[in-house]
């Protein structure tokens, strides 16, 4: 039934008793809840949709932002390995060579559209790459009058590692452009590269198509509730021109009845406006009463919905942050009000830290894209563990991963959660040398330690660049723990120890003195962990067997992943699947790390390089000293012949042949 029909046949039952004096105060009462509904409505769906609006813009300006950033430093990371060792600088050469040129200048892409570029200059402001060839080798100086703000950025640059601002830039084809730009200085040269990004260019289609949804939804809105106000109106005062005169207290009740059935509506709009405003954009109002009533609440249902897309593309931008950062850290930035905020807290956390044995050397000797390849892979598995069991990551460096548990979210079991990961982390190891024989990659080990303690997490760095991390002296510790720890090995700290106790399996001790650490320190061999992880290492063949002959090598020190110039001659006598021991005429000390080269006829040189760590050492006579080795690294093609050899019982006829 419309309003028209409503107030007819209320108003025929009441003609005989409502006086010309009870119309005009019931025509005053409608136009003051006319005035008030309407600007009720109004004022509260346009704050909804403004303060909507510019949360979503500041957050998408925000992700755009963090994504060219993070672009460019990957693409500095990359220009930073591709130089390495190409000094001095030969511009023309440089310039000449695809890779660097299209790592140097490649688009920024955004959803399939190419929104801004790179390039790359001097720390003389000189152009070294650009898209447009015809600026290589000017000098940002040039511009300095044109474009005040670009040459500041520019000038900031190099002093600084990265610079961001808002500037006039030019494009590809030489125009002016408002553009949002980031300079970051590549490593080890005398190189920044910028990242030149059009933000408005790149989200304005999401602006627009907002801007107008927005717009549009408020237009009807508000045309609807002032059409039906004056349909309300009109409709009144034709039945008041056919009451005559009547009772006071009827017409007043009446009128009571009337003023229910318009506002009942408008309050439920205002109920629902309340609940959205507090991020309840599920909330619907019944499509109930008068027509117009019934489209207004269908317009506000259909508002709801549009918020919770919008909610969506939030997620969206959340779920990208977490390729980046872990989910809760994600979670912390996105819905606490002092996410952002810089600073920390004392939080007790359980910190793992692992390192490849010997592949930082290894990579000197492989192709850049094999390296890359095998680090891809070895980090995907690590991650894939690490994200599985809540770790938080807080560096990967180079082949080296430094990870903690118990924070931002407390977890009661972590230091049980960081044993089960570094043992999962192990048996991934296994698999993946696995797949490193079939592809000829070279057989490596991780050593992996754990510990317990007290740290400072929280927000680090300044308002330009932050991350989630911690500090403290727990984390030294672990990093001093772990280059005892060898390859295939999991050692954990006496803090971590007295907390797991209960559930871990060990496999043996250590005992220790450590830079900076007074006394003896304790450190536990973890085989497996019992419980609802229930994980547990493969048993490694560790006897020692002689060798019919032994195997002639050089030994080389290494000092910090590199070679340090000493060397000297020596002998495999004896090997196991892990471990050998050798006699050197070079002088050894425990917890060395060194590598042999074996003299095999049938094994290439380069195929013969073994890299391990010095267990424990003695004098052996005649100025040899004999020393016990662990294996951390070896080529594919050796390590078979050293299983082979351990698998056979014709080893002297084996070695003959090689």
Not at 269 to 281: K, M, P, T
């Amino acid at each position: 039934m419309t309003i028209r029909s409503s107030l007819i046949l209320s108003y025929l039952a009441l003609v005989v008793l409502i006086t010309l004096g009870l119309l005009l105060s019931a025509d005053m009462l409608l136009d003051r809840l006319k005035v008030r509904s309407v600007t009720i409505s109004d004022e509260a769906l346009v704050k909804l949709t403004v303060a909507n609006f510019e949360m979503f813009k500041e957050k998408l300006a925000l992700a755009g932002e963090k994504m060219v950033e993070a672009a460019a430093e990957d693409v500095a990371g990359d220009l930073a390995y591709f130089l390495k060792g190409r000094q001095p600088y030969n511009y023309e050469q440089l310039r000449q060579d695809e890779v660097l040129r299209f790592t140097a200048t490649q688009d920024i892409y955004y959803d399939g559209m190419a929104v801004g570029y790179f390039c790359v200059y001097d720390h003389k402001e000189e152009i070294v790459w650009h898209p447009n060839r015809e600026t290589e080798g000017k000098n940002f100086g040039e511009w300095k009058d044109q474009f005040p703000a670009m040459h500041k950025c520019v000038t900031e640059s190099l002093k600084k590692n990265k610079v961001t601002n808002y500037c006039i830039f030019l494009d590809k084809d030489n125009k002016k452009m408002n553009k949002f730009i980031i300079l970051v200085k590549i490593l080890k040269t005398p190189f920044r590269v910028a990242a030149v990004v059009n933000i408005d260019k790149l989200f304005l289609p999401a602006y627009k198509n907002l801007e107008k949804v927005a717009e549009t939804r408020l237009h009807k809105t508000k045309r609807s509730l002032e059409n039906s106000a004056g349909k309300i109106s009109r409709q009144v005062k034709v039945a008041g021109l056919l009451i005559g005169l009547g009772l006071s207290l009827v017409a007043g009740l009446a009128g009571f009845l009337f003023a229910a059935a318009i506002s009942r509506p408008i309050l439920r709009l205002r109920d629902g406006v309340n609940q959205v405003g507090e991020g309840d954009f599920s909330v619907t109002v019944p499509a109930s009463g008068a027509k117009e009533m019934i489209q207004l609440a269908q317009s506000f249902n259909y508002l709801g919905q549009q918020l919770t897309e919008y909610m969506e593309k939030r997620d969206f931008i959340r779920d990208t942050f977490g390729r980046y950062v872990s989910q809760e850290v994600v979670r912390q930035l996105l819905e606490s009000s002092n996410g952002l905020e810089m600073g920390g807290e004392t939080r007790e956390v359980t910190i793992l830290m692992s390192d490849l044995r010997g592949f930082t050397a290894l990579i000197a000797d492989i192709e850049p894209k094999q390296a890359i390849a095998f680090m891809n892979r070895y980090l995907g598995k690590m991650i894939d563990v690490l994200t599985d069991h809540r770790a938080v990551i807080d560096e990967i460096m180079g082949d080296g991963i430094l990870a903690f548990f118990g924070a931002p979210e407390a977890q009661q079991d972590h230091p049980e959660r960081a044993v089960a990961c570094a043992l999962q982390m192990q048996v991934a190891m296994d698999e993946l040398n696995s797949e490193n024989e079939i592809h000829g990659f070279p057989h490596l080990e991780m050593g992996i330690a754990v510990n317990t303690g007290n740290v400072v997490v929280g927000n680090i760095g300044s308002e330009k660049r932050t991350k989630y991390g911690l500090l403290g002296a727990e984390v030294n510790f672990t990093g001093r723990t772990e280059t005892f720890s060898v390859g295939g090995q999991v050692l954990i700290s006496p803090s971590t120890y007295s907390r797991t106790q209960d559930f871990v399996e060990v496999g043996g001790t250590m005992e220790v003195q450590m830079k900076g650490v007074p006394g003896i320190t304790t450190l536990y061999d973890i085989q497996g962990i019992r419980g609802p992880y229930d994980i547990r290492l493969r048993e490694k063949e560790r006897n020692l067997r002689p060798l019919p002959e032994p195997i002639a090598a050089q030994i080389y020190r290494l000092s910090h992943k590199k070679l340090t110039g000493e060397m000297g001659s020596a002998r495999i006598t004896q090997i196991s699947e892990t471990e050998a021991v050798v006699r050197s005429e070079m002088e050894l000390i425990e917890w060395d790390d060194v590598r042999l080269h074996l003299e095999l006829e049938k094994i290439p040189a380069t195929a013969g390089k073994i890299y391990a760590k010095v267990m424990s050492v003695k004098p052996s006579g005649e100025g040899l000293w004999e020393a016990h080795l662990h294996f951390t690294s070896m080529p594919s093609q050796l390590y078979r012949f050293f299983q082979e050899f351990l698998g056979k019982d014709k080893a002297s006829d084996m070695l003959r042949d090689a």
